[in-house]
């Protein structure tokens, strides 16, 4: 019999998406390939699904797409996170990270990207491409399956 969200307890369901998330990333250490977004999205809804509050993170990629760091930059409310590119930029350049692909959560658990969002996804590309590093996409991670901007043609 599946297990349900309702029939954990929400403590021992905080702990094992704690586990499940130090599981995922431990994996991500040892350098996969990020080639499809069914990978990234699994490991980025692990990761952000259940946070409280908003929060934006970066993985940083080398120029095979393989995980070199995973980081949570910034931690906002319940509605919005303020992010700096110049931030991101210099992370990028501190792990010599030749691409990366960021994303955020929606507490709502509405992953539809806001104009908020497709705005600071502009501004870091076009940041990010003055120091020849990719953005290869943006996720949107809420209730459901992460929404990618590549996908969605927003980036």
Excluded at 95 to 114: R, T, V, Y
């Amino acid at each position: 019999m599946p297990l349900k969200k309702d029939m954990i307890d929400p403590n021992d369901r905080h702990a094992v998406m704690e586990a499940a998330a130090k599981y995922l990333f431990e994996d991500l250490q040892r350098g996969p390939v990020m080639d499809s977004p069914e990978v990234t999205e699994t490991y980025l809804k692990t990761a952000l699904r259940d946070k409280k509050n908003e929060v934006f993170c970066v993985m940083y990629l080398d120029t095979r797409h393989r995980v070199i760091a995973f980081e949570e930059l910034f931690n906002g409310t319940i509605d919005g996170a303020t992010v700096y590119p110049r931030v991101v930029a210099e992370r990028a350049l501190q792990h010599n990270a030749a691409a990366l692909i960021a994303a955020h959560n929606h507490p709502s658990g509405i992953s539809e990207p806001s104009l908020a969002d497709q705005a600071i996804t502009h501004r870091l590309k076009e940041a990010l491409a003055l120091l020849d590093i990719r953005l290869l996409d943006h996720f949107v991670v809420g209730d459901g399956k992460p929404v990618s901007m590549a996908a969605r043609g927003l980036l």
